[in-house]
């Protein structure tokens, strides 16, 4: 019943890295198809990590950072949606 719940109510934490994952992505011109395809996984798996659905395994949000160049600690930082402007 615990993997049900999960896929029924994504924990927090899966949907920040999600949203990171796919910022950073965006940001750097990078699709979900790019993204499985540098790290030899299947596109449907990817897909379910990209949309929050599933969370990434520590080793794959490792290989994640690397490909991105960001730190793994980076992806799972919460975002402020409206941040101030700088001033």
């Not at 993997?3 to 796919?22: C, D, F, G, I, W």
Request: a positive charge; hydrophobic letters at 40%.
């Amino acid at each position: 019943t615990v993997k049900y719940l999960e896929r029924q109510h994504p924990s927090a934490l899966a949907q920040t890295v999600a949203a990171n994952v796919r910022a950073e992505c965006a940001r750097q011109g990078w699709s979900a198809t790019d993204l499985s395809r540098e790290l030899h996984m299947a596109r449907a798996a990817v897909g379910k990590r990209w949309r929050g659905e599933q969370q990434w395994q520590l080793e794959d949000l490792e290989r994640v950072s690397r490909l991105l160049g960001v730190t793994p600690a980076f992806l799972c930082a919460a975002r402020d949606s409206n941040p101030e402007p700088a001033s």
